[in-house]
């Protein structure tokens, strides 16, 4: 069967007063119904604009300048925008990372999920509050009825971020895209979220593409694993893989920088330096001026992703020893 979603060189640019910075470089990675893939990497590293670029949510700045993205071996990049705005909220849905700012402070909740009913699903009146209610539920809101009849500010960001997925999950889509569905939540909240969202994917089947920074989270969700670096991809392999025998120093140096519950230390191990500029790009890998494994090569060779093992891919030239 060919993957539910394949996302095929895509590069997309930001138009600035610099000029056309390159925020997604030549991605390339596939997604099959039922499989979590976890996009990670530092902050600006491009794994929000990809989701973004994906689901034609770039903005006004923002294009796709290459690539292609296949949904059901449809390209979504090709699509109009009529047929796009069919796909989004009924194939694909999305969690954006701030419920706060996605939510509507001026409707009520069951008039925002209801309005996904009603464009996808033909819903209405009654039949549409019936439904929102059960999604409610179904994602643990207590007492759903009144809360139907609530705003967003009226929530905590908990239960904000509990409407967002039952607003994604409205009209039952075949992908989920979670945009970092645990930020700004106390570690509580933050496990009932993961827990609800594996619960979901698990009886529903989908696929579920999650953005974060939180390797915790992604450990405990993701089936594989993609490292992203300045808009590149660095590394992919399975979770178990990924983090029993990860190859390339920028994983090795997210993962050293990590506290750990069987180990005590007196100072985390930070990676040195920062993630660079998109306009002054470091020649070759743009890891290399933070790298400890350097060599000559890596300043005049742009490092590609080559395959280490059956599932395992690396862009590295002088990769950390197995």
Not at 217 to 246: C, N, P, Q
């Amino acid at each position: 069967m060919p993957p539910l979603l394949e996302v095929d060189e895509l590069t997309v640019g930001f138009a600035t007063e610099a000029g056309t910075l390159v925020a997604v470089d030549r991605v390339s990675f596939a997604l099959d119904a039922g499989e979590t893939l976890g996009l990670v990497g530092e902050s600006g590293c491009g794994k929000s604009a990809i989701c973004l670029a994906a689901l034609g949510l770039l903005p006004p700045n923002g294009r796709i300048l290459g690539g292609r993205v296949l949904l059901d071996g449809r390209d979504l990049v090709a699509m109009p925008e009529a047929d796009l705005d069919k796909v989004r909220g009924g194939t694909a849905a999305m969690i954006f990372q701030d419920p706060l700012t996605s939510l509507n402070p001026v409707h009520s909740l069951g008039w925002q999920i209801g309005e996904a009913l009603r464009l996808h699903r033909g819903l209405a009146g009654a039949a549409a509050d019936a439904e929102a209610v059960r999604l409610l539920d179904r994602v643990g809101i207590t007492d759903p009825k009144r809360r139907l009849r609530e705003y967003p500010h009226q929530l905590s960001g908990g239960m904000n971020q509990r409407a967002m997925i039952a607003m994604a999950l409205a009209c039952k889509p075949r992908l989920l895209v979670a945009d970092e569905p645990t930020t700004a939540l106390d570690v509580i909240i933050q496990a009932q979220i993961i827990d609800l969202l594996v619960e979901i994917q698990r009886e529903e089947g989908l696929a579920l593409l999650l953005v974060t920074h939180d390797l915790g989270v992604v450990a405990e969700m993701a089936d594989r694993v993609a490292v992203m670096y300045a808009g590149r991809m660095i590394e992919t392999a399975t979770s178990a893989d990924l983090f029993g025998r990860h190859r390339h120093p920028y994983t090795s140096g997210l993962l050293a920088s990590l506290p750990r519950v069987d180990q005590r230390v007196k100072r985390l191990a930070p990676i040195d330096g920062t993630v660079p500029w998109l306009g002054d790009l470091p020649s070759g890998c743009t890891f290399r001026p933070r790298c400890p494994r350097v060599l000559a090569s890596c300043a005049e060779i742009v490092p590609v992703l080559a395959p280490e093992a059956a599932s395992h891919r690396i862009a590295c030239h002088n990769p950390v020893p197995a």
